[in-house]
């Protein structure tokens, strides 16, 4: 139908429409069974379902397994430094508001040697969608422990077992001035994994998006262990949340009631390991945005931009 002369139909056509199949580029080379490769799928499925123009959409990696990603997208793309996947893509942001910019890191990439970009990100808040793989392993260099590693994870740098508690993602996020949205997702619950992902980029602002990863390769047994053990997982339920479908809410059947508004219940949950919590821990919408205040903002004046400036602290005035 597209292409078709608008004066003949009832409904308006657009005149490019994207398929799923036109964000993809190569064949993904991950391990067979690995996390990732659902992940790809269903940025695509976004992509496709908000109709992204791949002209206008940049992914931004640092380093690892997950950093592969914008290889596989049909976008921009800027495969960049360890660590260093936040400064590239905030810069992209701030003097090329118009694109959609995604941020794909991994627990090494973001929770060790990119932490502190990781701080300033989140305090920033530019309008960024960020997804932190999270597979508890540093993968591409074959298998040293990563920030995330559980305690006693038996690795190459750590042959007798990792020694350390590990970081919470979640929790560190929660902390961090100026947090506007943090959610948690899995790899092996499409639908759940989807919606996470479409509501990070629905909000405005830095959606931070954690997402517990399958490694089949050098975290097996932990990986079996994550997805068999169905009673530690909570689905975070709120009408303001991540709407679960009907097979997601039967595949998990302890539900917690929560307000994403409540940055002190999230917190709480957050320091809960003993349980797993899937879904929107907090949105703020009105959380100071930085790239509204850059100098670069095309197609906003000097005026239009004090202007948004001065809202949001009139929303936080006392």
Request: glycine share 8%; charged share 20%; aromatic share 10%.
């Amino acid at each position: 139908m597209f292409g078709l002369n608008n004066d003949s139909c009832a409904i308006d056509i657009p005149d490019t429409y994207h398929t799923q199949g036109e964000y993809t580029k190569g064949i993904a080379r991950w391990c067979p069974g690995c996390g990732d490769h659902s992940v790809l799928h269903a940025v695509q499925r976004l992509c496709a379902e908000k109709q992204l123009a791949p002209e206008k959409t940049v992914f931004v990696s640092g380093i690892g397994c997950s950093s592969r990603f914008p290889h596989y997208m049909n976008t921009y793309g800027f495969h960049g430094l360890h660590g260093r996947a936040f400064p590239v893509a905030e810069g992209v942001k701030f003097r090329r508001p118009d694109l959609d910019v995604f941020v794909v890191t991994g627990d090494g990439d973001c929770c060790s040697i990119g932490a502190g970009h990781w701080l300033h990100a989140i305090r920033y808040n530019m309008n960024l969608t960020v997804l932190l793989f999270d597979n508890a392993i540093y993968g591409m260099t074959k298998k040293q422990t990563s920030p995330t590693s559980p305690m006693g994870t038996i690795s190459n740098t750590h042959p007798e077992g990792s020694v350390l508690p590990p970081v919470n993602p979640i929790q560190t996020t929660l902390g961090v001035s100026n947090v506007s949205f943090v959610a948690q997702t899995v790899d092996w619950v499409p639908s759940h994994l989807y919606a996470t992902i479409k509501a990070a980029y629905e909000h405005q602002g830095f959606s931070f998006v954690k997402i517990s990863m399958r490694c089949p390769k050098f975290m097996a047994e932990f990986s079996k262990k994550k997805v068999s053990e169905r009673d530690s997982v909570q689905l975070l339920m709120h009408e303001n949340g991540i709407q679960p479908d009907d097979a997601t809410e039967r595949m998990f059947t302890h539900h917690q009631p929560h307000d994403p508004t409540d940055i002190n219940a999230a917190r709480a949950l957050a320091e809960d390991v003993e349980k797993t919590y899937l879904g929107l821990f907090y949105q703020n919408k009105n959380a100071l945005r930085y790239d509204l205040y850059g100098a670069h903002n095309l197609g906003y004046s000097t005026e239009q931009k004090m202007a948004a400036i001065e809202k949001k602290l009139e929303a936080f005035a006392v």
